[in-house]
């Protein structure tokens, strides 16, 4: 069922380019996941399996640790930021009707809007 959520969190930058490959290679086998032949790569198989626990921003080919919290439900917002002295984190905090995007959607959204 369709219904709107609102989520507020984080997102950790885990690894970069190639190595975003190795790194879900091996979250996977440690959560004791195989390799399903239905996904061409290990990125695609983490983020479709956890998808609210990690999340691939194609643009900058980054994976990322998501932590959050769900929130009560008002009107739509879709809003990233930086956050920490390096930017390795990026906080975020989405708010929309689960019928007409998803999570990832609305995230990589969230981070095309980032400057």
Not at 9 to 34: C, F, P
Request: net charge negative.
């Amino acid at each position: 069922m369709s219904e709107t959520v609102h989520y507020k969190g984080v997102a950790t930058l885990i690894s970069r380019e190639e190595q975003a490959e190795i790194d879900a290679k091996i979250i996977l086998a440690e959560k004791g996941d195989n390799k399903d032949d239905y996904y061409s790569t290990w990125v695609e198989q983490l983020c479709d399996h956890y998808y609210k626990d990690y999340f691939y921003h194609p643009n900058t080919k980054s994976l990322y640790e998501i932590s959050y919290t769900e929130h009560d439900l008002d009107e739509e917002i879709i809003h990233a930021k930086y956050v920490g002295f390096d930017n390795s984190q990026i906080g975020f905090e989405l708010r929309y009707y689960n019928g007409g995007a998803g999570f990832n959607e609305c995230l990589e959204e969230a981070f095309n809007k980032l400057k």
